[in-house]
């Protein structure tokens, strides 16, 4: 997945944080069961729950804001 703007990346099974102090909108989530899916975790960080994306979708909802 290519770094897009304000869009963050965690290759791991933590959570970034630190994307909240920093501003950052989007909260992109890679973990090894989802990759096996091909799908993505996301958040937006006004959304109180996170969905499962598939790449298309993500990049769609990523590039439109």
Not at 5 to 23: K, M, P, S, T, Y
């Amino acid at each position: 997945l290519p770094m897009l703007n304000e869009a963050v990346c965690a290759l791991h099974d933590g959570v970034v944080a630190d994307a909240d102090l920093l501003g950052i909108p989007h909260r992109v989530v890679v973990s090894p069961r989802l990759n096996e899916q091909n799908s993505f975790e996301y958040k937006a960080r006004t959304a109180t729950e996170a969905q499962i994306l598939t790449r298309e979708d993500l990049l769609g909802i990523i590039i439109s804001a």
